[in-house]
């Protein structure tokens, strides 16, 4: 009886995840490997299904599009685009389009449109993330860094609990003096093994705030109780940087 009760208790635990954050903003991401003959061609079907987007985000079917390119990629590199569809929650990202969805668009060139999208990009992989937490947006993020991070087992709670206490502030203070414009934490679920699990993203606005980085130390600022020690300990003992990639948007499509 107490394998049955550790078994179901394992299984409620491992469903947790999934019922909280099904409840957030989640966006569907598609990394797209192009290469070098055929980006202006990819570039061009993306331009075509943009209307589609649209047309999606008018009936309700998502609340965003975003094509972003991976700014540092090479093509011999896994991917060196990104569409993320957004969503309101999971839930909403499983509604499917209705019939006859698309004939008012194609006019007959459905076939060579998607000969083109075919053709121009493999899409080599499809992640789900879930909104965790986030600073308010200070205007258009043309540029963000996508930080993945490795969170050890059994530390979730105290990682996620860890950005919010000490991280949030941080950057809602760097947001207010206009170093960065946006900065968020998402969370991987489904994920496969060995993937990251939470990613923490710095958006900016221009080049300038980009690189620029934070002109003052602002911890003692917003947190005149700490040191950098005592924050870089609670920081290495629930998480570990996997890698870090800087992305810049091309094209979107949101609600005016």
Not at 50 to 75: C, F, M, P, T
Not at 91 to 98: E, G, K, L, R, V
């Amino acid at each position: 009886m107490k394998s049955v009760m550790k078994i179901l208790s394992f299984l409620l635990l491992a469903a947790l995840p999934c019922t909280l954050l099904a409840q957030n903003t989640t966006l569907v991401i598609e990394y797209m490997k192009v290469t070098q003959e055929s980006e202006s061609t990819y570039l061009e079907v993306e331009k075509a299904w943009k209307k589609i987007h649209q047309k999606r985000i008018e009936d309700g079917l998502s609340v965003g599009w975003q094509l972003w390119r991976n700014r540092y990629a090479g093509y011999g590199d896994e991917f060196q685009y990104v569409t993320i569809h957004w969503y309101k929650d999971w839930a909403h990202s499983f509604t499917p389009n209705p019939e006859g969805f698309y004939d008012e668009f194609w006019n007959g060139e459905d076939a060579e449109i998607l000969a083109k999208t075919l053709d121009s990009r493999v899409l080599v992989a499809t992640d789900v993330v879930h909104e965790v937490l986030s600073a308010e947006n200070n205007g258009p993020v043309k540029y963000i860094v996508i930080n993945h991070m490795k969170v050890k087992p059994g530390q979730e709670s105290e990682y996620v609990k860890m950005e919010e206490d000490i991280f949030k502030p941080l950057h809602e203070e760097a947001i207010k003096r206009g170093y960065k414009a946006h900065w968020g934490v998402w969370s991987f679920w489904p994920f496969k093994e060995g993937q990251a699990t939470y990613t923490a993203v710095d958006g900016f606005n221009t080049v300038e705030q980009l690189t620029g980085g934070v002109g003052e130390d602002l911890l003692p600022i917003v947190h005149p109780d700490k040191s950098w020690d005592e924050v870089s300990e609670k920081v290495n003992e629930t998480r570990k940087l996997v890698s870090a990639e800087i992305w810049e948007l091309v094209d979107f499509v949101f609600p005016e």
